[in-house]
């Protein structure tokens, strides 16, 4: 009996083994040319690295690596090729990762082909030399805001049938979830009015949009996504309606000159105390605005969690007190607090 409990347990135990060992297996990355590619379960080619020279400015991108056909152009593929000016996708492309183009400073011309259905976070990302874009109507999923900091995109085009995308004003939305995706940092105006009808502001939405004073919330917003105003560093004030339920994240990370969150005093999800902002339903403090210069801050008593980003950049700070009834502690609560 011993013995056949020991069998048992040196097969279960070689089991678990190789199922670690076959989740843990990195797949293979291949080389061919310019490129290194992983070859997808489909059988097709990811490109997860451009190793061509530094200094090249022109870049078609073949449809065929050793004869597997190039539908993904991987995260972070040519992050920080500060050189590259002109990219060319061939007609394969279904799929454009996470930072795929990120920090490509000098890229000032890109063509999607009609065949791209979906363009990752950040995918275009300080893209600083990149001015106009037209996304086909092939493209029906955008994972948050692919022009992040492009400091110079005053253009984004659809067509004006696109399935799933609307331009205006220069402004992009998502027609499916009604929600503001894209507000380029090209745009140069002072002010803007969401139109009534969104009901959510995407992540990073107008993230590093420096020139903007003043947003006007429509009261058909629902949702505020994780660092949906970042960088906005004009903006001096914001009034949140009370339509809005939901706030992830804090929308206000980097905002060096925002003074003033307003809700009302009746509002059913949010609450302003001694000008920091505060989650009802949850009871988390979501945003402590980093332009207080206020060495110390008490959490008031009864909070429950820390959001995420809630005290970034708050440099003035010098001295943070958490009372006992805090659980949760987000992710970067308390990052660069340099005091």
């Not at 106009?132 to 692919?146: A, E, L």
């Not at 503001?180 to 590093?208: K, M, N, W």
């Not at 009261?219 to 505020?224: A, G, L, M």
Request: proline letters at 5%; one cysteine or more.
């Amino acid at each position: 009996m011993r013995i056949q409990k020991l069998m048992v347990f040196v097969i279960c135990l070689l089991v678990l083994l190789c199922s670690v060992s076959a989740f843990s297996e990195k797949p293979e990355t291949f080389t061919s040319d310019d490129y290194r590619y992983q070859i997808k379960a489909d059988g097709t080619a990811e490109i997860v690295r451009f190793i061509g020279n530094n200094d090249i400015q022109e870049v078609v991108v073949p449809a065929v690596l050793d004869g597997h056909s190039v539908m993904t152009i991987g995260d972070k593929a040519f992050s920080g090729s500060k050189s590259l000016t002109s990219m060319t996708l061939p007609a394969s492309v279904t799929t454009i990762g996470r930072s795929a183009f990120s920090n490509c400073e000098s890229l000032t011309s890109i063509t999607l082909p009609d065949s791209v259905t979906t363009i990752g976070d950040g995918a275009f990302s300080r893209c600083t030399s990149l001015t106009s874009i037209f996304i086909p109507d092939s493209v029906i999923s955008i994972k948050g805001n692919p022009f992040v900091n492009c400091s110079k995109l005053a253009t984004i085009q659809v067509s004006p049938d696109h399935p799933a995308l609307a331009v205006m004003d220069g402004v992009l939305f998502s027609k499916a979830d009604k929600k503001l995706v894209c507000y380029s940092g090209g745009l140069r105006q002072h002010s803007y009015a969401v139109p009534q009808g969104t009901i959510s502001i995407g992540e990073d939405a107008f993230s590093g949009c420096t020139s903007l004073t003043s947003i006007t919330l429509s009261d058909s917003v629902t949702t505020i996504e994780d660092s949906a105003f970042s960088s906005c560093s004009s903006l001096t004030s914001i009034t949140i309606p009370d339509s809005v339920i939901s706030i992830e994240g804090n929308p206000f990370n980097g905002c060096d000159n925002l003074t003033k969150i307003q809700v009302s005093p009746d509002h059913p999800a949010l609450a302003v105390m001694g000008g920091v902002l505060f989650s009802k339903a949850d009871k988390k403090l979501v945003c402590y605005p980093m332009t207080f210069q206020i060495s110390s801050y008490e959490v008031p008593q009864g909070i429950i969690s820390i959001g995420d980003g809630a005290f970034c950049r708050c440099t003035s700070l010098t001295s943070i007190t958490i009372p006992d009834s805090v659980t949760t502690i987000g992710n970067d609560a308390f990052s660069w607090c340099t005091s």
